[in-house]
């Protein structure tokens, strides 16, 4: 290849044996933690200063961090977090509440563990913080790991697929017994993204 290939992408990082390992804590929120802050909060941005981190770590780093991520997503697949964005955004279907799980992982260890057990929680979020186009951050740990390898991401870690918890009913009072904040505070004017 020489060094035309290596200046035009011809050489790729094939260094890596697929896995259902997770990144370590730590090593994970430290990733997400970064980008967030080098976005200052904007969510758009925080997504290039993800791609940004990933680009520093191998290939074999990034299979750990996907997996790390579908692991946290898989754990938020939960009724009681679909039930508060759905007052929040005057509705949510499935794949709406994938991205919304990326958007929560991308927050940050404390906002995840505060609002994944009471996402009631998400009545002191500012409207303007939750008013973004939520998808985007579970595509790109597979776009880098693609750009450096050449080749698709293995498949990894099995992210829960079944969603978790006691399931409400849209068409009765069920979510506004669960979280009366939320729905004093959305029913009526709700995010509609």
Request: with cysteine; net charge negative; charged share 30%.
């Given at each position: 290849?020489?060094?035309?290939g290596?200046?035009?992408?011809g050489?790729?990082?094939?260094?890596?044996?697929?896995?259902?390992?997770?990144m370590n804590?730590?090593?994970?929120?430290?990733i997400i933690h970064?980008?967030?802050?080098a976005?200052?909060g904007?969510?758009?941005?925080?997504?290039?200063?993800?791609?940004a981190e990933?680009?520093?770590?191998t290939?074999?780093?990034i299979?750990?961090?996907?997996?790390?991520?579908?692991q946290?997503?898989?754990?938020a697949y939960n009724?009681?977090?679909w039930?508060?964005?759905?007052?929040i955004?005057?509705?949510?279907?499935?794949?709406s509440?994938?991205?919304?799980?990326?958007?929560?992982?991308?927050q940050g260890?404390?906002?995840?563990?505060?609002?994944?057990p009471?996402?009631?929680?998400?009545v002191?979020v500012?409207?303007?913080?939750?008013e973004?186009?939520?998808?985007?951050?579970?595509y790109?740990?597979?776009?880098?790991?693609?750009?450096?390898?050449?080749?698709?991401?293995p498949?990894?870690?099995t992210?829960?697929?079944?969603?978790?918890?006691?399931e409400?009913?849209?068409?009765?009072?069920?979510l506004?017994?669960m979280?009366?904040?939320?729905w004093?505070?959305?029913?009526?004017n709700?995010?509609?993204l």
């Amino acid at each position: 290849m020489g060094i035309f290939g290596n200046l035009f992408g011809g050489k790729k990082d094939k260094n890596f044996i697929p896995t259902t390992d997770v990144m370590n804590d730590e090593a994970f929120w430290s990733i997400i933690h970064r980008s967030y802050e080098a976005a200052k909060g904007d969510y758009e941005e925080q997504q290039e200063q993800l791609e940004a981190e990933l680009h520093k770590l191998t290939p074999q780093d990034i299979i750990l961090f996907d997996n790390k991520f579908r692991q946290l997503c898989g754990i938020a697949y939960n009724w009681q977090l679909w039930g508060a964005i759905y007052i929040i955004n005057g509705g949510c279907g499935d794949d709406s509440f994938n991205d919304f799980r990326d958007w929560i992982v991308a927050q940050g260890k404390d906002f995840y563990f505060r609002t994944i057990p009471d996402p009631a929680t998400l009545v002191d979020v500012n409207r303007e913080k939750l008013e973004v186009e939520w998808e985007g951050m579970g595509y790109i740990p597979t776009a880098v790991f693609e750009e450096i390898t050449g080749e698709d991401m293995p498949a990894g870690f099995t992210e829960n697929t079944e969603v978790t918890g006691t399931e409400w009913d849209e068409e009765n009072d069920d979510l506004q017994k669960m979280f009366p904040k939320l729905w004093e505070k959305y029913s009526n004017n709700p995010l509609e993204l």
